[in-house]
């Protein structure tokens, strides 16, 4: 019902930047009740964790990690989420995908395919 497309992944040296976005397109009524959209990242063997969130209201939340690095951001209109990735660090280098939840009573979670970052030291 949603699909979601990152794009803005590749490799960056150690204390640059890569901007993430991410698409959410699909049915109308299934978009417009999305409450939050996020990032994760997966390391090569390591779990998936979170990175950043965002509300359909604009709150946001972010890992200890990425604080003051990174910064998500929403444009409604264009269904569409952002990650601001600065100061990038080689432990920062995963698989980023993105997230979009749907409000109850549905409570579908939706995934993106990833986009691979890569920061070099």
């Known amino acids: 019902q949603v699909q979601l497309v990152e794009s803005g992944g590749g490799l960056v040296q150690a204390g640059g930047s890569l901007r993430l976005s991410c698409a959410a397109s699909?049915?109308?009524?299934?978009?417009?009740?999305?409450?939050?959209m996020g990032w994760y990242r997966q390391a090569p063997g390591k779990q998936r964790e979170l990175v950043a969130t965002i509300t359909s209201g604009g709150n946001t939340n972010y890992a200890d990690s990425v604080k003051d690095r990174f910064t998500i951001s929403r444009d409604s209109a264009k269904n569409t989420v952002y990650l601001q990735m600065n100061s990038l660090k080689p432990e920062d280098t995963a698989v980023y995908y993105c997230n979009a939840n749907r409000r109850a009573p549905w409570g579908n979670a939706y995934w993106g395919q990833g986009t691979q970052v890569t920061v070099s030291s």
């Open positions: 699909g049915r109308i009524f299934s978009i417009n009740t999305i409450n939050a």
